[in-house]
């Protein structure tokens, strides 16, 4: 394995300088709250908002812009620009999509790249899942194994490609994988049936810092089973930092800098897509789509720590695809069926489980006293976060298919359906 750090300051001089610029970085992100990544500001759902609507239906939207073709991806925001990505159902042709947060009107369609021969997928996917990553004056989309570029925020001008991160995504299955910006890094997962590796790029230029291969012997491991679509989460070790990642068969931690692995926890999972969250100590992650399991894992080990680590595992109703949510001692998570249910977060002790209308498949957002769960039929419903179901609200909207997590910027909601970009607020905001 090959690690090219970009600079020649010690590994956790670096270490600790990723600390300080992710602290910094937070801070400022909970100030100006800048969705700038998928699952907002600290990647985990939360938002400081205290002014988001809690009832609203198609007669209250502020705008609706359509989006031509077809994609998954999350909205990802800086000041007054909304960037998402889009391609063409043949998944020939991929794009990266501008709208004016104010207006809704668009302001750049970058067609970013043409695919000769691209694999067929599912229904259930795009070509365009994946959500961008964005920080003042550059916007990093990701296409999987069709391509990864850097665009100039302003212009839309791309600043650079690459398009040898090339992985087998299976027929039928496609690209996800979120990329994440790291200090000098854009982090993503290439988790293929062919090959299984974490790369960071150098934002600057493209080129590859440090790329690692999942320590995992896949060859006896079915073909089937290989492949995964997370992204990896940014949390404490000790003074320094590591990045969580989910992938087919482990959850493994790294050193952001360096990329040598720090850890990892054995699993029977695969084609994993919810992103871990960070608590009380514990990194709670799902670790399987077939049968998910929530899992409970101290972070602060080295090696293989499966027997040591694991505090505690919940094996039934869990989410494939929605990202669990932490919000004070109560974890919660709504699976695809619309069990939803909530959790002691350092004892995995349920606290009440129950059906939501629905198909759930984007992951839930708080913000001050509300959670907010968007089904499949871009119905949102809108509950307390305590340890009884209280339901504050149920919110419909077009009917179109809602699979894409919504963004917050300011009092309003910024949601993608199939078709459509909608901003939603409060109309006294």
């Not at 493209?206 to 012997?217: F, I, L, P, Q």
Request: glycine share 8%; hydrophobic share 40%.
């Amino acid at each position: 394995m090959k690690i090219t750090p970009l600079s020649k300051t010690g590994p956790a001089m670096q270490s600790s300088m990723i600390l300080v610029a992710a602290i910094v970085a937070a801070n400022i992100a909970l100030a100006e709250e800048r969705w700038w990544q998928f699952r907002g500001p600290l990647g985990n759902g939360h938002t400081q908002s205290s002014d988001l609507p809690l009832k609203w239906d198609e007669k209250k939207v502020a705008w609706k812009t359509p989006i031509h073709d077809r994609g998954w991806s999350s909205p990802v925001i800086w000041g007054r620009q909304i960037w998402l990505t889009t391609a063409t159902r043949d998944g020939g042709r991929l794009f990266a999509v501008c709208v004016d947060r104010d207006s809704g009107r668009i302001l750049h369609d970058v067609h970013v790249f043409d695919v000769k021969s691209p694999m067929s997928i599912t229904a259930a996917n795009t070509y365009a899942t994946p959500t961008p990553v964005i920080e003042e004056g550059r916007v990093y989309v990701h296409f999987g194994t069709y391509g990864t570029a850097c665009l100039d925020t302003a212009t839309g001008r791309i600043l650079w490609r690459r398009r040898d991160l090339e992985c087998d995504h299976e027929k039928g299955a496609g690209p996800a994988s979120s990329p994440f910006l790291v200090g000098d890094f854009m982090v993503v997962h290439v988790d293929g049936r062919d090959v299984q590796y974490v790369v960071a790029l150098n934002k600057n230029s493209g080129e590859t810092a440090w790329k690692t291969n999942r320590s995992v012997d896949y060859s006896k491991v079915p073909v089937l089973q290989r492949k995964a679509f997370g992204m990896p989460a940014l949390i404490p070790r000790g003074n320094a930092t590591q990045l969580v990642s989910v992938g087919a068969k482990g959850v493994f931690s790294y050193d952001p800098v360096t990329g040598q692995e720090l850890w990892k926890v054995r699993h029977r999972g695969w084609s994993i897509a919810p992103r871990p969250v960070f608590g009380h100590g514990l990194v709670f992650a799902i670790v399987d789509r077939d049968d998910p399991e929530l899992w409970a894992i101290r972070p602060d080990g080295n090696g293989d720590v499966t027997d040591t680590h694991v505090v505690w595992r919940e094996t039934k109703r869990m989410p494939p695809r929605a990202s669990p949510l932490l919000i004070g001692d109560l974890l919660f998570v709504v699976n695809r069926n619309g069990i939803a249910s909530c959790f002691e977060a350092k004892t995995g002790r349920l606290i009440w489980q129950e059906r939501m209308k629905g198909a759930y498949s984007a992951s839930p957002i708080h913000a001050r006293g509300r959670i907010y769960f968007f089904n499949e039929d871009s119905i949102c419903t809108v509950i307390r976060p305590s340890r009884k179901l209280e339901v504050l609200s149920i919110n419909p909207l077009a009917g179109e298919q809602l699979m894409a997590t919504p963004a917050v910027d300011g009092k309003a909601f910024y949601i993608r359906t199939e078709k459509h970009l909608y901003r939603i607020q409060d109309p006294s905001g």
